[in-house]
């Protein structure tokens, strides 16, 4: 009878509680171009770079490395989240993230490329994805501020797709970058009142690319250019290497000196088959003038 009673207890304390108490179930950050919450998580495999080890010295909780989440923002991030503190999304919690500094992990990428960005989910949502990049006057050596980001997103998508744990989106990234710079990317979920903040380091390459065509276009060679072989690592293993033609000064004329040398002794050579095995003087050649529709006479 006792237990009855309790269990009875138990059950009108349990009605009481609001469902609404419960925390929000999402959950993610980028991991392509990689993030530094995601980097210096324990999955990301860089919490040892020196970046991450400050980041975590200074504050960072890596360990809930996807949950960077801020509610009832419904827009307004400029609003709300302060200059300096946009890759913690304004949380102490995670302040260690905000260091301005040149050594974070990297995500090496060609400017105006496409490409294929990853969000890991490890709980499912809805919302809509935003992605910014740093202004051309954006130094890795201050804090990240909201005039350092371009006002309108290069990238914009609703309900992504979700392949092998991840939000997938296919986009273009920004042209006209080189070097360091940040992809922020602010998640805005649809079903629940959170945001989600998040500084993905990159290097931007310039595009690979033909240079623009001269007035007048020198004649194709019959072999290609010689190039200079040089060392990349596997980030740069794209990078094309710099084009050398071989040839100094004096390259041309004597060129050119010796291709009229070979014209000159080409045409002596077929004059003199012509005279030596020819057909003497006055001989029809055997030769057909079309045209005239008669034979040519030598």
């Keep these: 009878m006792a237990a009855r009673r309790a269990l009875a207890a138990l059950a009108a304390v349990a009605a009481t509680v609001p469902l609404g108490a419960a925390p929000a179930a999402a959950h993610g950050a980028p991991t392509s171009p990689l993030s530094r919450a995601a980097a210096c998580g324990p ?6 770079t020196p970046a991450c080890r400050a980041a975590i010295a200074a504050g960072a909780a890596v360990r809930e490395w996807d949950n960077i989440r801020v509610a009832r923002i419904d827009g307004r991030d400029r609003e709300h989240i302060p200059d300096g503190e946009l890759c913690s999304g304004g949380l102490s919690a995670y302040r260690g993230l905000d260091l301005p500094r040149t050594d974070w992990p990297a995500t090496t990428l060609t400017a ?9 989910t490890t709980i499912l949502h809805r919302g809509t994805f935003r992605y910014y990049v740093t ?35 296919r986009g273009k990234l920004p042209a006209g970058r080189t070097g360091r710079h940040i992809v922020y990317v602010i998640w805005q979920n649809s079903d629940t009142q959170d945001t989600y903040y998040s500084c993905s380091d990159v290097i931007f390459r310039a595009a690979r690319g033909t240079p623009d065509p001269p007035s007048a276009a020198p004649k194709a060679s019959a072999s290609p250019p010689r190039t200079l072989a040089g060392t990349a690592d596997d980030d740069e293993s794209a990078v094309p290497v710099a084009t050398v033609t071989d040839g100094g000064p004096l390259s041309r004329p004597l060129v050119l000196g010796a291709a009229a040398l070979a014209t000159a002794l080409l045409a002596a050579a077929v004059v003199g088959l012509r005279r030596a095995g020819g057909p003497p003087p006055g001989r029809p050649c055997g030769v057909r003038n079309h045209r005239a529709g008669r034979r040519r006479v030598w």
């Design 112 to 120: 105006g490329a496409r490409h294929t960005f990853r969000y890991r």
């Design 135 to 169: 202004t051309g006057s954006y130094s890795p050596k201050r804090v990240l501020t909201w005039a350092d980001l371009e006002k309108k997103p290069f990238l914009e998508v609703t309900d992504p797709p979700i392949r092998a744990g991840a939000y997938e989106m």
């Design 43 to 48: 999955e990301g495999g860089r919490a040892q």
